[in-house]
């Protein structure tokens, strides 16, 4: 169960921390000094709860001298005006304001943090620092003050959302990290949403959060499978009469069917990615958390991976009307040009692709359309759509290198097809410090094409030993090893004519 803060009761802890502070204000008034505060003593609303308020504040803090319990008056009826305030402006999303008034509180509401009872207030001033992206500030006054009450649900909660939206937020290239903010972002969200978890297992809303830090900032949709899968069993497990009164936490609910359907696509579960898919479309009808364009791109998608690809025209079509703008999201058209080239209809798929203009055609575009150009037995341009894909990419160049690879050994340039994949293994290297097994199997069927099978075969079995895979990988393993037996004995031959 959650601590109980200052603000909902004062334990036998903070009476006595209370009659001290009375006895100190005693002394000072004695003495005749002033404690900054003077100006403030009007008393602000009137209202009936707020004098329950001091009354409780009164009643559990025990016997306290007259300055004690003035001051008490004082710090309820100014944390209520300032809460009122801030609620006002909440409902106006005037957050900058909100900075300006409220921000750093030990400065604005000192009375209310010297008594500890500024909790309240810190979890609204921190949504809008994080509102005005200034998340490192959030963090810092939530993290002081979650220190007094750990085991407050929505303290914690707020602590790990400044971390995710900040994540967020670089992700989306609306602001930059620098790799240890990153990290740091990074390891604070996980730390307060596993937090959130064991204070409240059954909630919905922490695990779907924790899930898409696996799933969108950490790429890691194995990770994020069981987080998704948890969130949805604990909003099916709610009674009806709970759903009502949790009615906030239905949005994740919805949004955990969808992205978990797209994390099983990923692992190649496109059957059960189909399975909740369907289930979305049902459990959303009526409220669309989810837009209906997702929903049908999403079907379309997965139908794809499943070779139903005239279900899957079907539901791009729908997306495509469901988007209801003069032009639907290239993602949608690419697919939807995917579709008609598996179904034995380039021509119909080059007009298709080509609705893009090529001024806005990105990467994955260019990709689809040097596919379609290739069906058509024009790759010379298929290859000059791909070298124009290069100027423009500098996260996914590797993808592009690969498939100029794969094009040119095709026609039969193995040097060429050779000197793509080298720079694809290189450019992943130093882009995201890992290596691109991919393209190094196809650097060793260049060495093949090209009459080197000795080298190819180094690179093969290196590949093998890393357990490393792919279709036509044993073939290509037999072939070079029959080549460099071939190889040898040739060389044997030599050296006998020779001798």
């Keep these: 169960m959650a601590q109980t803060t200052l603000e909902e009761k004062i334990n036998e802890s903070t009476k006595a921390k209370l009659q001290e502070l009375g006895t100190k204000l005693s002394k000072k008034e004695r003495e005749g000094k002033q404690d900054g505060m003077s100006n403030n ?12 308020n001091k009354h409780d504040y009164r009643q559990q803090a025990g016997p306290l001298n007259l300055a004690s319990s003035a001051r008490i008056d004082l710090a309820v009826s100014q944390k209520a005006r300032a809460l009122a305030e801030i609620e006002e402006l909440q409902r106006q999303k005037r957050w900058k304001d909100i900075v300006t008034l409220a921000y750093p509180l030990e400065e604005k509401y000192p009375l ?7 909790i309240e207030l810190a979890r609204t001033v921190s949504f809008a620092l994080v509102q005005c ?10 993290e002081q003050v ?9 303290l914690t909660y707020s602590v790990a959302y400044a971390a995710y939206d900040a994540l967020y937020l670089h992700k ?29 297992p059954d909630n919905v809303n922490a695990y779907y959060r924790r899930a898409m830090l696996y799933k969108e900032i950490e790429d890691k949709p194995k990770k994020a499978i069981p987080l998704f899968e948890q969130s949805i069993r604990n909003w099916e497990r709610l009674s009806a009469d709970e759903k009502e009164s949790r009615h906030y936490e239905r949005p994740k609910y919805i949004k955990s069917i969808y992205h978990l359907a797209a994390c099983y696509l990923r692992r190649s579960l496109a059957s059960k990615s189909l399975s909740l898919l369907e289930k979305l479309v049902k459990e959303d009808e009526a409220t669309n958390f989810v837009s209906m364009p997702f929903k049908q ?10 070779c139903r690809f005239k279900d899957a025209l079907n539901h791009l ?7 209801q703008g003069a032009r639907p999201p290239d993602y949608i058209v690419e697919l939807t040009a995917g579709c008609l080239l598996m179904l034995n209809q380039p021509e119909e798929a080059l007009k298709e692709i080509d609705t893009i203009s090529p001024k806005y055609q990105r990467p994955y575009v260019r990709w689809r359309r040097a596919d379609i150009l290739s069906a058509l037995g024009r790759p010379k341009e298929a290859l000059s759509t791909l070298e124009e894909a290069l100027d ?28 793509a994949a080298k720079k694809a293994t290189s450019f992943y290297s130093h882009r995201y410090g890992n290596d691109l097994k991919d393209a190094r199997f196809m650097e060793a069927i260049c060495h093949l094409g090209i009459g080197n099978p000795h080298k190819a075969k180094q690179i093969l079995e290196s590949l093998r030993r890393e357990g490393f895979s792919c279709p036509g990988f044993s073939k290509a393993l037999i072939e070079t090893k029959r080549a460099c037996a071939e190889l040898e004995a040739k060389s044997c031959q030599k050296e006998n004519l020779i001798h």
């Design 297 to 306: 791109f999403a079907l379309g998608k997965t139908l794809f991976k499943l």
């Design 41 to 52: 003593l009007e008393v602000g609303s009137s209202s009936k709860s707020l004098c329950n």
């Design 112 to 118: 209310l943090v010297e008594m500890e009872m500024d």
């Design 172 to 200: 989306n290239r609306e602001s930059i990290l620098s790799p240890r903010e990153k990290s740091q972002f990074l390891e604070l969200a996980h730390k307060y949403f596993k937090k959130c978890c064991t204070l409240k």
């Design 133 to 142: 992206s200034m998340h490192q500030k959030a963090m810092k006054l939530l």
């Design 146 to 154: 979650v220190q007094r009450v750990p085991e407050d649900y929505r």
């Design 392 to 419: 423009r990419d500098g996260i996914s160049k590797h993808k592009t290198l690969l498939r100029i690879a794969r094009l040119r050994y095709g026609l039969g340039e193995y040097d060429n097809a050779l000197l």
């Design 317 to 323: 079509q729908t997306a495509k009307v469901a988007s």
